[in-house]
């Protein structure tokens, strides 16, 4: 991973991009290591690749732990609300 923008490959605004490098290099699923074909749309998190497929057939867990927030915090984002049984009288 660079050290200035964090990604696993360098977009051509880094210091550290190389143009020779990136026009030969291959993109690769993180999840199913199938390689990403040009033309291809992907999503990079955290600077990398994931296939379309794979994060559209994810479980919600696993989006969690790709996404590396807290499972509380993702289901605050996604619009739950957490509750408490009243004490006291049986509801």
Avoid: T
């Avoid at 991009?17 to 199913?32: D, I, S």
């Amino acid at each position: 991973m660079c050290d200035q923008c964090f990604q696993q490959f360098c977009p051509c605004d880094c210091p550290n991009f190389n143009e020779n490098e990136g026009k030969n290099r291959a993109l690769y699923c993180v999840l199913c290591g199938e390689r990403l074909q040009p033309g291809e749309a992907f999503y990079r998190i955290h600077g990398f690749p994931y296939c379309e497929f794979c994060l559209d057939s994810a479980e919600a867990e696993e989006l969690v732990r790709i996404c590396e927030i807290p499972k509380r915090k993702w289901l605050e984002q996604m619009g739950f609300s957490q509750e408490r049984v009243p004490e006291g009288d049986c509801v």
